[in-house]
């Protein structure tokens, strides 16, 4: 294959990584507490999938990643401030993500949830901020808007986790599972494609493919988080492996067995691939994506 | 004085809950237990202070209640997440509000930090609504929108929070306090009024004659919160009285006296309320309510 995948993550990576830097409040702004927490948390070596699809997104457009950076670096905030929450007693009681303590261990659960919020409340900031200056046409910025609060609201990712809360433990209908995973990692990693394709002013049909692809992938990367779950271990997740059989939670491999899992998510990495063909050659660091959501290994 | 504002408030009060019903999910949107809690802490009788500041705040400046009402309601939303996060047991532990049982006490921490999240998210959804059809021209979105962002989050009502929080239980400095009361509650009320006007087309003269009422406004409203934690009764006031105390909580009243919050309370009434003379007439419903705000007993 011809497509560095390795050379262009680690290019958006920095890129994400130092927009981040700039797009959030100092460390020591008041309160400091605070916006050392949102800190913590942001910069705690995530993969920045979600931002990294926004880009590629725009990219299998025509787009650059450069006119997308701010909602990219919004889309992480999302992602990272549902982690918070996530982890938090109420909720998943983790103590580690990523290898390192959970926010609620450093900061205390008050300032947790108070971090979490902040991010929230913050990526909206930054996707307005998108459109700062004039440079660009004020036509789209209600659409993108829309598209990251279903994603991101109680008809997507609180949705899937507030099925999940409540299933813990219970046996659940395999619909049920579904609906968790296409709502709970699904849903913004889906609409992360179709709002860096919606910046670069994607036609609609570009867009449907777009969709298409990114609900598969999406679907897959939470399968995947499953089959990693069961297999994984504390050195390669940086959480506590197991943990989601310990709490009782359904999962996709406890449902359909490790055999079925593996399967489906190859399944739907292809043909989310497949519906890329009529974007050509742009469309390639999301074919490479695909494949990476598929076969990491953390 | 000519002006009922008894009948203003009513009538007011009424179009925004009929439009938060609209605004809100059903109850029965799946999953229905995370859109009854959502709806359990937005109907539970609430003054709607803040949306009614939004409708207040665009009439002052020949505006209409019918253009505004989708971001009175975001406010709403807003404030409403914020009370439901607030009462959590990791923060200030409050069993009632409004004289009901907080929503982890009926819904479980879990779900009540969910809602409050959904809440959040999706006030942000109707600040987008509000532009929905192309009726209104989109040029003021960005600004409108950096406004709630900014009274919304860290550098506003989080930050507030973050630092009540933290000062619980310690002696802090009067310009902590200060700090704590113009954020946690003054900078969204500050907020409500601008956005109002800013969606009617207001003049920057106008705006900022509005910025300095919301500003003396929104910390008078603290001040009175205090007074009335220091001097209620759980009939009155729908939840524990004397709780700031209790859980030894800075309070302007425990730093200067009854007497002298009242006064100061009086004081920035006065001067919220010249600040407006240059808008005439329009203005009467926010001279209204600063009195409201100023001589409420709950």
Known sequence: MSFDLEAYLVERRCAVDEALERALPPADAYPPRLHEAMRYSVFAGG?????????????????????????????????????????????????????????????????????????????????????????????????????????????????????DVESAGNVVAPETLEYIHTHKTGALIGAAVRVGALLAGASRPALEA????????????????????????LESLGKTAGSDR????????????????????AALTREGQAALTALGPAAEPLVALADFALNRKA
Chains 1, 2 share one sequence.
């Open 47 to 163: 993969k920045r999938l979600r931002p990294i699809l926004v880009i590629a997104g725009a990219e299998a457009v025509g787009g650059r990643m450069g006119d997308v950076l701010p909602t990219a670096c919004a889309f992480e905030l999302i992602h990272t401030y549902s982690l918070i929450h996530d982890d938090l007693p109420a909720m998943d009681d983790d103590d580690y993500r990523r290898g390192r303590p959970t926010s609620h261990r450093v900061f205390g659960e008050a300032m947790a949830i108070l971090a979490g919020d902040a991010l929230l409340t913050h990526a909206f900031g930054l996707v307005v901020a998108n459109f700062a200056g004039g440079t660009r046409p004020l036509g789209v910025l209600p659409e993108v808007l829309s598209e990251i609060v279903a994603a991101a609201g109680s008809p997507g990712m609180i949705g899937g986790q507030a099925v």
């Open 246 to 265: 310990r709490k009782r939670k359904v999962t996709y491999p406890g449902y359909h067995g490790l055999e079925a899992s593996r399967a489906r998510a």
């Open 210 to 233: 777009l969709s298409r692809y990114g609900t598969r992938v999406g679907l897959t990367f939470q399968i995947v988080d499953d089959i990693l779950d069961v297999e994984g271990s």
